[in-house]
């Protein structure tokens, strides 16, 4: 589908993050000039298997690369800043500006894929302008799970764009950490908000998301009635609930060890930028740490989402080099599943039982909150902005209806919302709003050190090979005297025990032996490919009457004359 983007029109598009909760990233257009929004990951579905991560397509920036001006970054979170290197990989040249603490994480993201030098990079906060020709970007302090948020203002000659960011409105956010700045909102909805597109990850909460504080209540009643080790794992960019926790140990005298490299790097990226106020002494590695008594320990790691490699998990499994559950080990999940998650979280959960520990987790126990705003908040940001239109982004499709329900109850008229696709354009002046147009917006898979190199053929072969197994059949044919010189011999991978199954085999042998022979009945010889066929058709149909499975058929023919 063709775009027509009219020269005084304002064109705003995803590349990311609708339809979905992750690989956020959104563009606002006018004429040669582009504002990127966000440029995340998406963690894969159990159904991608052997992909690390999806990414977005980014061709259409690739195309109008002259055009970008800047990447904007709201926050650092994974599904916002995750797909940075591999934009880069395409588009070196963009500046990049971030806050603190997404600066930070972004860097070290840079220095593992050796784009650190090479990269320009800005730090930004909410009093920052970035102004181009055409384009002006201005900020706003929000709160969510992790510091320096903002949403972000794009002011066009048609009228400013709000991106909200991920946000809720924690008005006693934990620390040193500002509340969210409602006058500013306020007074941008005075200016006159010509669209808001605003975070919906949180629209089926009919209720205002509890502040951060709530869950600092709840660990000081747990800490304190906890006799042995404590061992709390959350994500590891949530420094507020890690400088709660810390704070609450350190109240109750124990010691913090920190394992997990990304929860060890948010301790020191924490601690430099004044979000963590931990002292050295506070602080133990290993060797202390086995010498202290019981109730003296906090042990901060990764793994609250059931991950195999990180620590808890290998605690948990008991192939961690330098903890073990102990007798009266206490463990605090403190984030709940993620979507695709609750398998891993629960088999990390058994095995921590099975070990001897006691487990804490869920909303019943009140250690985790949302970084998200519920329907209020939603509400209320609707109310402050006063947008002429409205496009939910940040969410799958029944988010983003419900959250144009809120807009519309909000004094914003069903027909000036929006619910999008990644890659559709919405185009935009003073006084109308049209969609424009589409690109593909596809998702790209990152698989090992791979981009872009697997796709659904790859996938369906390996959800085949997981499922059913694989049959090779092994043969040596002479092509010009129509003879088979040796074989065929089937091998098993992953569909039965060859040792328990030899009748079956047999069977299979004697069809694709009459198989190929039938293929050299023919006046002409037959090629390969033929040959091929026809012994993948015999096996399909033999083996699934036989077993009711469908495995992977591998012909490999040797050529006797090669």
Same mark, same amino acid.
């Given at each position: 589908?063709?775009?027509?983007?009219?020269?005084?029109?304002?064109?705003?598009?995803?590349?990311?993050?609708?339809?979905?909760?992750?690989?956020?990233? #959104?563009?606002?257009?006018?004429?040669?000039?582009?504002?990127?929004?966000?440029?995340?990951?998406?963690?894969?579905?159990?159904?991608?298997?052997?992909?690390?991560?999806?990414?977005?397509?980014?061709?259409?920036?690739?195309?109008?690369?002259?055009?970008?001006?800047?990447?904007?970054?709201?926050?650092?979170? *994974?599904?916002?800043?995750?797909?940075?290197?591999? $934009?880069?990989?395409?588009?070196?040249?963009?500046?990049?500006?971030?806050?603190?603490?997404? $600066?930070?994480?972004?860097?070290?993201?840079?220095?593992?894929?050796?784009?650190?030098?090479?990269?320009?990079?800005?730090?930004?906060?909410?009093?920052?302008?970035?102004?181009?020709?055409?384009?002006?970007?201005?900020?706003?302090?929000? @709160?969510?799970?992790?510091?320096?948020?903002?949403?972000?203002?794009?002011?066009?000659?048609?009228?400013?764009?709000?991106?909200?960011?991920?946000?809720?409105?924690?008005?006693?956010?934990?620390?040193?950490?500002? &509340?969210?700045?409602?006058?500013?909102?306020?007074?941008?909805?005075?200016?006159?908000?010509?669209? =808001?597109?605003?975070?919906?990850?949180?629209?089926?909460?009919?209720?205002?998301?509890?502040?951060?504080?709530?869950?600092?209540?709840?660990?000081?009643?747990?800490?304190?009635?906890?006799?042995?080790?404590?061992?709390? &794992? @959350?994500?590891?960019?949530?420094?507020?609930?890690?400088?709660?926790?810390?704070?609450?140990?350190?109240?109750?005298?124990?010691?913090?060890?920190?394992?997990?490299?990304?929860? *060890?790097?948010?301790? %020191?990226?924490?601690?430099? =930028?004044?979000?963590?106020?931990?002292?050295?002494?506070?602080?133990?590695?290993?060797?202390?740490?086995?010498?202290?008594?019981?109730?003296?320990?906090?042990?901060? +790691?990764?793994?609250?989402?059931? *991950?195999?490699?990180?620590?808890?998990?290998?605690?948990?499994?008991?192939? !961690?080099?330098?903890?073990?559950?102990?007798?009266?080990? @206490?463990?605090?999940?403190?984030?709940?599943?993620?979507?695709?998650?609750?398998?891993?979280?629960? !088999?990390?959960?058994?095995?921590?039982?099975?070990?001897?520990? !006691?487990?804490?987790?869920?909303?019943?126990?009140?250690?985790?909150?949302?970084?998200?705003?519920?329907?209020?908040?939603?509400?209320?940001? =609707?109310?402050?902005?006063?947008?002429?239109?409205?496009?939910?982004?940040?969410?799958? #499709?029944?988010?983003?209806?419900?959250?144009?329900?809120?807009?519309?109850? +909000?004094? %914003?008229?069903?027909?000036?919302?929006?619910?999008? *696709?990644?890659?559709?354009?919405?185009?935009?002046?003073?006084?109308?709003?049209?969609?424009?147009?589409?690109?593909?917006?596809?998702?790209?898979?990152?698989?090992?050190?791979?981009?872009?190199?697997?796709?659904?053929?790859?996938?369906?072969?390996?959800?085949?090979?997981?499922?059913?197994?694989?049959? %090779?059949?092994?043969?040596?044919?002479? #092509?010009?005297?129509?003879?088979? $010189?040796?074989?065929?011999?089937?091998?098993?991978?992953?569909?039965?025990?060859?040792?328990?199954?030899?009748?079956?085999?047999?069977?299979?042998?004697?069809?694709?032996?009459?198989?190929?022979?039938?293929?050299?009945?023919?006046?002409?010889?037959?090629?390969?490919?033929?040959?091929?066929?026809?012994?993948?058709?015999?096996?399909?149909?033999?083996?699934?009457?036989?077993?009711?499975?469908?495995?992977?058929?591998?012909?490999?023919?040797?050529?006797?004359?090669?």
């Amino acid at each position: 589908m063709a775009i027509h983007i009219k020269n005084n029109e304002v064109a705003v598009f995803a590349i990311g993050g609708l339809g979905e909760i992750g690989k956020n990233m #959104y563009g606002i257009q006018f004429q040669d000039e582009i504002v990127v929004i966000d440029a995340g990951i998406k963690f894969p579905e159990d159904d991608l298997l052997g992909v690390d991560y999806v990414i977005s397509d980014y061709q259409y920036l690739v195309k109008n690369r002259s055009k970008i001006k800047a990447l904007v970054i709201t926050h650092g979170h *994974e599904d916002h800043i995750g797909g940075i290197p591999f $934009l880069l990989q395409q588009l070196p040249e963009i500046p990049i500006y971030a806050g603190p603490l997404a $600066l930070a994480l972004i860097k070290s993201k840079l220095e593992e894929h050796n784009q650190l030098r090479t990269t320009e990079l800005h730090e930004l906060n909410e009093d920052s302008e970035l102004k181009f020709r055409k384009l002006s970007v201005t900020f706003f302090r929000t @709160t969510h799970s992790i510091p320096d948020t903002l949403g972000v203002a794009v002011h066009t000659p048609q009228g400013i764009i709000i991106q909200t960011g991920d946000y809720k409105f924690d008005l006693t956010p934990v620390g040193d950490q500002p &509340a969210p700045n409602l006058q500013r909102m306020a007074k941008l909805g005075s200016e006159g908000v010509l669209l =808001l597109m605003s975070d919906s990850t949180n629209a089926e909460i009919p209720t205002f998301t509890k502040s951060e504080r709530f869950v600092g209540n709840s660990l000081r009643h747990i800490f304190e009635k906890i006799e042995g080790r404590i061992i709390f &794992a @959350t994500f590891a960019s949530n420094i507020s609930r890690i400088a709660q926790a810390s704070e609450t140990a350190m109240a109750n005298g124990r010691k913090i060890a920190v394992f997990g490299r990304s929860m *060890e790097a948010a301790m %020191v990226n924490g601690r430099e =930028l004044g979000y963590l106020h931990i002292p050295d002494d506070a602080m133990v590695d290993v060797n202390t740490l086995n010498h202290l008594p019981a109730n003296k320990v906090l042990i901060l +790691c990764t793994g609250s989402q059931g *991950e195999p490699m990180a620590a808890l998990s290998r605690i948990a499994a008991g192939t !961690h080099r330098q903890i073990h559950i102990q007798p009266g080990d @206490t463990v605090v999940f403190s984030s709940n599943p993620i979507p695709g998650n609750t398998t891993s979280v629960n !088999h990390t959960i058994n095995l921590l039982e099975e070990a001897g520990a !006691h487990v804490i987790h869920g909303k019943v126990n009140n250690v985790h909150t949302s970084g998200h705003g519920g329907q209020e908040e939603q509400k209320l940001m =609707l109310r402050l902005m006063k947008p002429e239109y409205f496009m939910p982004i940040h969410g799958e #499709y029944r988010m983003l209806r419900i959250h144009t329900d809120l807009a519309e109850l +909000c004094g %914003v008229p069903k027909d000036r919302s929006f619910i999008m *696709e990644n890659g559709d354009v919405l185009a935009l002046t003073k006084d109308s709003a049209r969609i424009a147009g589409h690109f593909a917006a596809d998702d790209v898979y990152v698989d090992g050190s791979g981009v872009g190199d697997v796709g659904s053929m790859v996938l369906k072969d390996r959800r085949v090979l997981s499922e059913e197994g694989l049959v %090779v059949v092994v043969a040596t044919i002479d #092509y010009q005297h129509g003879d088979i $010189l040796a074989g065929p011999d089937i091998l098993s991978r992953g569909f039965v025990y060859m040792r328990e199954s030899g009748e079956l085999i047999s069977q299979a042998q004697r069809r694709v032996f009459r198989a190929i022979r039938t293929t050299f009945k023919g006046d002409t010889p037959p090629t390969e490919g033929a040959i091929r066929d026809a012994i993948t058709d015999t096996l399909q149909d033999f083996l699934f009457t036989k077993t009711e499975r469908h495995p992977m058929i591998l012909p490999m023919l040797v050529n006797a004359k090669a």
